[in-house]
């Protein structure tokens, strides 16, 4: 049974940090892309980034550019986002997602990932 689970968020003060995983199992990893989305109160769901299994990565939102980075543990099954710099309008629910066309370019359109984690809280205030 394939499966993401998401770890590591929480509450945290604005400039601060927190590193997400997205823990895989039930599938064969290495051929899917993997994605972190995020929902913030009243808004869509979002694209962040992206990764494919040739850790080519993709951002989709300018303002997590340069704070935010994705990587991935093959070996692991695992798929980070580490997260510097943190802002209020980082709050959301962050979930991480899995498609099995690993040769496409990565992609922020939630439409293209047919697996989904349950979702982590991360909250960004003083």
């Known amino acids: 049974q394939l499966q993401l689970v998401e770890s590591g968020g929480g509450w945290v003060q604005p400039g601060g940090s927190l590193r997400l995983s997205c823990a895989a199992s039930?599938?064969?990893?290495?051929?899917?892309?993997i994605g972190w989305f995020r929902q913030a109160p009243g808004k869509e769901r979002e694209g962040v980034a992206c990764?494919?299994?040739?850790?080519?990565?993709?951002y989709f939102v300018d303002s997590v550019k340069g704070r935010f980075t994705i990587s991935r543990d093959n070996a692991k099954n695992t798929v980070y986002l580490q997260m510097d710099s943190l802002k209020p309008e980082d709050t959301g629910v962050y979930y991480c997602a899995a498609d099995a066309n690993a040769l496409r370019p990565c992609s922020g359109a939630r439409t293209e990932y047919s697996y989904w984690g349950q979702g982590i809280q991360v909250t960004v205030s003083s």
């Open positions: 990764i494919n299994p040739r850790l080519v990565a993709g």
């Open positions: 039930g599938f064969a990893f290495n051929y899917y892309r």
